[in-house]
T-cell receptor
Framework: GNSVTQMEGPVTLSEEAFLTINCTYT??????LFWYVQYPGEGLQLLLK?????DKGSNKGFEATYRKETTSFHLEKGSVQVSDSAVYFC?????????????FGKGTHLIIQP | EPEVTQTPSHQVTQMGQEVILRCVPI?????FYWYRQILGQKVEFLVS????????KSEIFDDQFSVERPDGSNFTLKIRSTKLEDSAMYFC?????????????FGPGTRLLVL
Protein backbone atom coordinates (compact mmCIF):
# COMPACT_ATOMS: atom_id res chain seq x y z
CA GLY A 1 0.00 0.00 0.00
CA ASN A 2 0.86 3.66 0.01
CA SER A 3 2.62 5.39 2.85
CA VAL A 4 4.27 8.70 3.70
CA THR A 5 7.02 9.14 6.24
CA GLN A 6 8.06 12.54 7.48
CA MET A 7 10.30 13.74 10.23
CA GLU A 8 8.46 14.17 13.47
CA GLY A 9 8.74 17.28 15.52
CA PRO A 10 8.58 19.53 17.06
CA VAL A 11 11.21 21.27 15.00
CA THR A 12 12.32 24.50 16.63
CA LEU A 13 14.24 27.11 14.66
CA SER A 14 15.19 30.71 15.02
CA GLU A 15 13.78 33.32 12.68
CA GLU A 16 15.66 33.54 9.35
CA ALA A 17 17.05 30.03 9.71
CA PHE A 18 17.02 27.54 6.83
CA LEU A 19 14.27 24.94 7.00
CA THR A 20 14.20 21.39 5.72
CA ILE A 21 11.40 18.95 6.53
CA ASN A 22 12.07 15.52 5.11
CA CYS A 23 9.37 13.46 3.43
CA THR A 24 9.68 10.08 1.75
CA TYR A 25 6.95 7.96 0.27
CA THR A 26 6.01 4.57 -1.08
CA UNK A 27 3.36 4.23 -3.75
CA UNK A 28 2.10 1.55 -6.07
CA UNK A 29 1.32 3.80 -9.03
CA UNK A 30 2.33 7.30 -10.13
CA UNK A 31 1.62 9.57 -7.22
CA UNK A 32 1.12 13.27 -7.05
CA LEU A 33 2.73 14.83 -4.01
CA PHE A 34 1.50 17.61 -1.77
CA TRP A 35 2.47 19.67 1.23
CA TYR A 36 -0.40 20.92 3.35
CA VAL A 37 -0.06 23.33 6.27
CA GLN A 38 -2.28 23.61 9.33
CA TYR A 39 -2.07 26.84 11.30
CA PRO A 40 -3.29 26.80 14.91
CA GLY A 41 -7.04 26.44 15.09
CA GLU A 42 -7.47 26.18 11.33
CA GLY A 43 -7.99 23.51 8.71
CA LEU A 44 -5.57 22.12 6.15
CA GLN A 45 -4.37 24.48 3.45
CA LEU A 46 -2.51 23.42 0.35
CA LEU A 47 1.01 24.84 0.44
CA LEU A 48 2.42 23.37 -2.77
CA LYS A 49 2.27 20.32 -4.98
CA UNK A 50 4.08 18.43 -7.74
CA UNK A 51 2.47 15.97 -10.11
CA UNK A 52 5.40 14.32 -11.86
CA UNK A 53 9.04 13.47 -11.36
CA UNK A 54 11.47 16.42 -11.22
CA ASP A 55 8.64 18.94 -10.85
CA LYS A 56 9.26 21.63 -8.29
CA GLY A 57 6.35 23.04 -6.33
CA SER A 58 6.75 26.44 -4.73
CA ASN A 59 4.68 28.91 -2.74
CA LYS A 60 5.33 31.59 -0.13
CA GLY A 61 9.07 30.96 -0.27
CA PHE A 62 8.65 27.22 0.31
CA GLU A 63 9.89 24.71 -2.27
CA ALA A 64 9.83 20.97 -2.75
CA THR A 65 11.10 18.84 -5.64
CA TYR A 66 9.56 15.51 -6.64
CA ARG A 67 12.48 13.07 -6.60
CA LYS A 68 11.40 9.74 -8.02
CA GLU A 69 14.84 8.15 -7.68
CA THR A 70 14.88 8.73 -3.93
CA THR A 71 11.06 8.69 -3.49
CA SER A 72 11.30 11.98 -1.65
CA PHE A 73 9.57 15.36 -1.54
CA HIS A 74 11.47 17.39 1.04
CA LEU A 75 10.14 20.81 2.01
CA GLU A 76 12.61 23.70 2.16
CA LYS A 77 12.57 27.39 2.90
CA GLY A 78 15.57 29.66 2.91
CA SER A 79 14.56 32.02 5.71
CA VAL A 80 11.71 31.16 8.02
CA GLN A 81 9.51 33.64 9.84
CA VAL A 82 7.57 33.41 13.09
CA SER A 83 4.39 33.31 11.03
CA ASP A 84 5.53 29.99 9.50
CA SER A 85 4.92 28.27 12.81
CA ALA A 86 2.40 25.54 12.02
CA VAL A 87 2.04 21.82 11.42
CA TYR A 88 3.18 20.66 7.98
CA PHE A 89 1.81 17.51 6.34
CA CYS A 90 3.29 15.67 3.41
CA UNK A 91 0.72 13.73 1.40
CA UNK A 92 0.26 11.77 -1.78
CA UNK A 93 -2.52 10.62 -4.00
CA UNK A 94 -1.86 7.64 -6.21
CA UNK A 95 -2.96 6.97 -9.72
CA UNK A 96 -3.60 3.28 -9.31
CA UNK A 97 -6.99 1.60 -9.11
CA UNK A 98 -9.11 4.71 -9.00
CA UNK A 99 -7.92 5.49 -5.50
CA UNK A 100 -8.21 9.16 -4.83
CA UNK A 101 -7.99 9.55 -1.08
CA UNK A 102 -4.91 11.37 0.14
CA UNK A 103 -2.39 9.44 2.20
CA PHE A 104 -0.83 11.70 4.82
CA GLY A 105 2.30 11.63 6.89
CA LYS A 106 2.05 12.18 10.62
CA GLY A 107 2.80 15.89 10.38
CA THR A 108 5.73 17.98 11.54
CA HIS A 109 5.14 20.69 14.09
CA LEU A 110 7.36 23.67 13.27
CA ILE A 111 8.05 26.31 15.89
CA ILE A 112 9.87 29.49 14.85
CA GLN A 113 11.28 31.60 17.65
CA PRO A 114 11.94 35.32 17.22
CA GLU B 1 -12.13 33.00 -2.77
CA PRO B 2 -14.47 30.01 -2.53
CA GLU B 3 -13.96 27.75 0.44
CA VAL B 4 -15.26 24.59 2.02
CA THR B 5 -17.34 25.21 5.12
CA GLN B 6 -18.24 22.81 7.91
CA THR B 7 -20.75 22.86 10.75
CA PRO B 8 -20.69 22.61 13.65
CA SER B 9 -17.14 23.54 14.57
CA HIS B 10 -17.43 21.52 17.78
CA GLN B 11 -19.80 18.77 18.83
CA VAL B 12 -20.05 16.87 22.08
CA THR B 13 -22.19 13.74 22.20
CA GLN B 14 -22.85 10.74 24.38
CA MET B 15 -21.62 7.30 23.38
CA GLY B 16 -24.25 5.48 21.35
CA GLN B 17 -25.84 8.65 19.98
CA GLU B 18 -26.09 9.50 16.31
CA VAL B 19 -24.28 12.53 14.95
CA ILE B 20 -24.42 14.26 11.60
CA LEU B 21 -21.53 16.41 10.46
CA ARG B 22 -22.25 18.87 7.69
CA CYS B 23 -20.15 20.27 4.92
CA VAL B 24 -20.73 22.66 2.07
CA PRO B 25 -18.15 21.93 -0.64
CA ILE B 26 -16.94 24.51 -3.10
CA UNK B 27 -19.59 25.20 -5.68
CA UNK B 28 -19.10 23.30 -8.97
CA UNK B 29 -16.70 20.82 -7.42
CA UNK B 30 -17.48 17.23 -8.31
CA UNK B 31 -15.61 15.07 -5.78
CA PHE B 32 -16.19 15.13 -2.05
CA TYR B 33 -14.25 13.58 0.80
CA TRP B 34 -14.26 12.98 4.52
CA TYR B 35 -11.09 12.55 6.56
CA ARG B 36 -10.51 12.27 10.26
CA GLN B 37 -7.62 13.14 12.55
CA ILE B 38 -7.50 11.57 15.97
CA LEU B 39 -5.65 13.84 18.38
CA GLY B 40 -1.92 13.53 17.88
CA GLN B 41 -2.23 11.17 14.94
CA LYS B 42 -2.15 11.48 11.19
CA VAL B 43 -5.00 12.59 8.97
CA GLU B 44 -6.80 9.50 7.66
CA PHE B 45 -8.96 9.10 4.60
CA LEU B 46 -12.50 7.86 5.26
CA VAL B 47 -14.51 8.08 2.05
CA SER B 48 -14.80 9.74 -1.33
CA UNK B 49 -18.06 10.53 -3.11
CA UNK B 50 -18.77 11.26 -6.76
CA UNK B 51 -21.90 11.37 -8.85
CA UNK B 52 -24.10 10.67 -5.84
CA UNK B 53 -22.38 7.51 -4.77
CA UNK B 54 -19.38 6.36 -2.80
CA UNK B 55 -16.31 6.18 -5.01
CA UNK B 56 -13.89 4.72 -2.49
CA LYS B 57 -13.82 4.02 1.23
CA SER B 58 -11.18 2.99 3.71
CA GLU B 59 -11.37 0.17 6.21
CA ILE B 60 -12.23 2.74 8.86
CA PHE B 61 -15.50 3.54 7.07
CA ASP B 62 -17.57 0.66 8.41
CA ASP B 63 -21.33 0.20 8.63
CA GLN B 64 -21.74 2.80 11.34
CA PHE B 65 -20.74 5.52 8.89
CA SER B 66 -22.75 6.85 5.98
CA VAL B 67 -22.53 9.81 3.65
CA GLU B 68 -25.15 11.68 1.76
CA ARG B 69 -25.58 14.63 -0.52
CA PRO B 70 -29.17 15.53 0.36
CA ASP B 71 -29.36 18.57 -1.90
CA GLY B 72 -27.22 20.46 -4.35
CA SER B 73 -24.96 22.01 -1.76
CA ASN B 74 -24.60 19.95 1.42
CA PHE B 75 -22.51 16.84 2.00
CA THR B 76 -23.01 15.01 5.27
CA LEU B 77 -21.27 12.36 7.32
CA LYS B 78 -23.47 10.38 9.71
CA ILE B 79 -22.16 8.25 12.52
CA ARG B 80 -25.03 6.04 13.66
CA SER B 81 -23.90 4.94 17.10
CA THR B 82 -20.88 6.84 18.28
CA LYS B 83 -18.04 5.20 20.18
CA LEU B 84 -15.41 6.77 22.37
CA GLU B 85 -12.82 6.11 19.69
CA ASP B 86 -14.78 8.23 17.18
CA SER B 87 -13.56 11.31 19.02
CA ALA B 88 -11.52 13.17 16.43
CA MET B 89 -11.37 16.14 14.12
CA TYR B 90 -13.35 15.44 10.96
CA PHE B 91 -12.39 17.25 7.78
CA CYS B 92 -14.43 17.60 4.64
CA UNK B 93 -12.71 18.25 1.32
CA UNK B 94 -13.72 18.80 -2.27
CA UNK B 95 -12.02 18.61 -5.65
CA UNK B 96 -13.01 20.25 -8.88
CA UNK B 97 -12.39 17.78 -11.67
CA UNK B 98 -11.66 14.25 -12.66
CA UNK B 99 -7.88 14.30 -12.46
CA UNK B 100 -6.61 12.47 -9.39
CA UNK B 101 -3.69 14.89 -9.17
CA UNK B 102 -5.95 17.89 -8.72
CA UNK B 103 -5.95 19.69 -5.40
CA UNK B 104 -8.35 18.74 -2.66
CA UNK B 105 -9.54 21.78 -0.70
CA PHE B 106 -10.23 21.24 2.97
CA GLY B 107 -12.71 22.75 5.35
CA PRO B 108 -11.80 23.95 8.86
CA GLY B 109 -13.00 20.73 10.47
CA THR B 110 -15.50 19.62 13.11
CA ARG B 111 -14.09 18.53 16.42
CA LEU B 112 -16.19 15.64 17.72
CA LEU B 113 -15.95 14.56 21.34
CA VAL B 114 -17.73 11.39 22.39
CA LEU B 115 -18.27 10.98 26.13
Amino acid sequence: GNSVTQMEGPVTLSEEAFLTINCTYTATGYPSLFWYVQYPGEGLQLLLKATKADDKGSNKGFEATYRKETTSFHLEKGSVQVSDSAVYFCALVDSGGGADGLTFGKGTHLIIQP
Amino acid sequence: EPEVTQTPSHQVTQMGQEVILRCVPISNHLYFYWYRQILGQKVEFLVSFYNNEISEKSEIFDDQFSVERPDGSNFTLKIRSTKLEDSAMYFCASRAGTGYQETQYFGPGTRLLVL
